[in-house]
């Protein structure tokens, strides 16, 4: 059974601070990286998706790959309260997504 | 453009009753996914539709869980007895293509029902 591993948390994080999120997966085949964000009692949402070598940005976020060390991170800049919830890493894996358990982000005002 | 709708949000049941839990995926989506999440843990896969077919059902408990998803649109999943491990909240999603883009696209998942088996 693929595997995609997570530091559970919590980590807490001051305000205005970077939050850095990391996720490792052991199908060296997987093609396609995603993260989600889970506030308690709710459903998970997409933040943003990575397939290619390197960072990608979207606002706050940067989304960072490198698949030789089967690793994929998450940063969140500039901190914000909203922004603490569990972080969901999924990876592809046999035509389905794997996910790890999650990190705790808790974002200290 | 409407998102993924399940019901019912919430359930509690005792052990050994039944229960079914009823998902309407994205208008268009080919694909419906079936998770289970155990607070504390990520997603569980228990199944997966490609149109009305079963494409991944190899983390289902067959002996208690049934799913369906008739006309390839909405779906149901039952679970009959339940038993206390049972409780979790029950995810519904769907993405456009699924098995034919490898897995490797978004899913977007509907609000989930809490089920508590008493």
């Known amino acids: 059974q693929k595997e995609v591993e997570q530091n559970s948390g919590p980590l807490s994080v001051p305000e205005g601070a970077i939050a850095s999120l990391n996720c490792t997966y052991s199908?060296?085949?997987?093609?396609?990286f995603f993260w989600y964000r889970q506030y308690s009692g709710k459903s998970p949402e997409l933040i943003m998706f990575?397939?290619s070598n390197g960072d990608k940005e979207d606002g706050r976020f940067t989304a960072q790959l490198n698949k030789a060390s089967q690793y994929v991170s998450l940063l969140i800049r500039d901190s914000q309260p909203s922004d603490s919830a569990t972080y969901l890493c999924?990876?592809?894996?046999?035509?389905?997504?794997?996910w790890g358990a999650g990190t705790k982000l808790i974002i200290k005002p | 453009e409407a998102g993924v709708a399940q019901s019912p949000r919430y359930k509690i049941i005792e052990k050994r009753q039944s229960v079914a839990f009823w998902c309407n995926p994205i208008s268009g989506h080919a694909t419906l996914y079936w998770y289970q999440q155990i607070l504390g843990q990520g997603p569980k896969l228990l199944i997966q539709f490609q149109n009305n077919g079963v494409v991944d059902d190899s983390q289902l408990p067959k002996d208690r869980f049934s799913a369906e998803r008739l006309k390839g649109v909405d779906s149901t999943l039952k679970i009959q007895p339940a038993k206390l491990e049972d409780s979790a909240v029950y995810l519904c999603?769907?993405?456009?293509?699924?098995?034919?883009?490898?897995?490797?696209?978004?899913?977007?998942f509907g609000p989930g029902t809490r089920l508590l088996v008493l």
């Open positions: 990575i397939y």
């Open positions: 999924a990876v592809d894996s046999n035509y389905q997504l794997i």
């Open positions: 199908d060296r085949g997987s093609q396609s």
């Open positions: 999603a769907s993405s456009l293509e699924g098995y034919s883009s490898g897995g490797r696209e978004t899913q977007y």
